[in-house]
């Protein structure tokens, strides 16, 4: 099980994560939502190591993840938001990088890439440079380096960027393989469509701090509302889209 206790990140005093509780158990995956400056990114990325909590902690089976570190990371597998990968290597060179940065023997590493690219309809770009792939196939590769190593705990933030429907659908089928899988899925994403067709539980973020913390179906009937999307419009105080496209239209028009 993975479990944010009070975590809370501060820039200059200033909470931007504020005292966030909520856990992830394997076989579930828990969407994580909120709108823009909410907060979803910074914890992220303390969940991922890459920043460190100004207060609270994170658990891991039970133990604060610092007692080994190390073996956490390993069991960890990323989908960042951003596809920022080396540019000059080709797919093949970089899941190659990868692969051996998490020491799979070289004979596993080859034949798990070659049946990556294949899945991911990537084999016939696998010696080109990754300059040269779109931000749906850089995406591709970014879900095949964070699988490569079967981690236990999956992380995908807004791992749809860049997916044609195909490629979208295949990731919705994973993500549901993975749980089926026992593995442990955090699934941050703006598309609350999606989110409500994989995720059985929500956690709801607006900012800094919980605003949810529930199944989508309890949340529905307990604020009375048919959708994951009016469950959300109510909870961040979102305004009516509606009203602010007429307004738009309207400022056009001067």
């Known amino acids: 099980m993975l479990r944010a206790e009070r975590l809370t990140k501060r820039y200059r005093g200033i909470p931007v994560v504020d005292q966030v509780t909520f856990e992830v158990k394997p076989g579930e995956v828990v969407g994580y939502l909120g709108p823009n400056g909410s907060g979803k990114s910074t914890t992220v990325k303390m969940l991922t190591t ?3 909590p100004s207060h609270g902690q994170i658990l891991f089976n039970g133990q604060p993840i610092q007692v080994d570190l190390n073996g956490y990371k390993k069991r ?7 596809s920022h990968l080396y540019p000059y290597l080709t797919g093949t060179e ?16 080859n034949e798990k890439i070659d049946a990556f690219l294949r899945l991911f309809s990537l084999h016939p770009y696998r010696h080109s440079a990754i300059s ?5 196939m850089r995406r591709k590769i970014l879900i ?3 699988l490569l190593h079967n981690p236990d705990v999956v992380i995908f933030d807004e791992p749809d960027s860049g997916l044609d429907i195909g490629s979208g659908l295949v990731l919705r ?14 699934y941050c994403s703006h598309l609350l469509d999606v989110v409500e067709k994989l995720c059985s539980t929500v956690v709801i973020l607006y900012r800094g701090r919980v605003v949810a913390n529930d199944s989508i179906d309890h949340l ?3 604020m009375r509302r048919p959708s994951l999307e009016e469950v959300f419009t109510e909870l961040v105080h979102q305004e009516d889209a509606n009203h602010v496209a007429r307004d ?7």
């Open 76 to 82: 960890l597998g990323y989908v960042p938001e951003e």
């Open 132 to 136: 040269a792939y779109s931000n749906g």
């Open 144 to 146: 095949s380096a964070a």
């Open 94 to 109: 970089y899941l190659q990088l990868v692969g051996r940065l998490r020491s799979i023997p070289e004979r596993l590493l």
């Open 220 to 222: 529905r009937t307990l």
């Open 248 to 254: 738009i239209v309207d400022v056009m028009k001067y």
């Open 173 to 186: 089928s994973l993500v549901q393989t993975l749980a089926e899988e026992s593995k442990i899925v955090l």
């Open 50 to 52: 890459l920043l460190e």
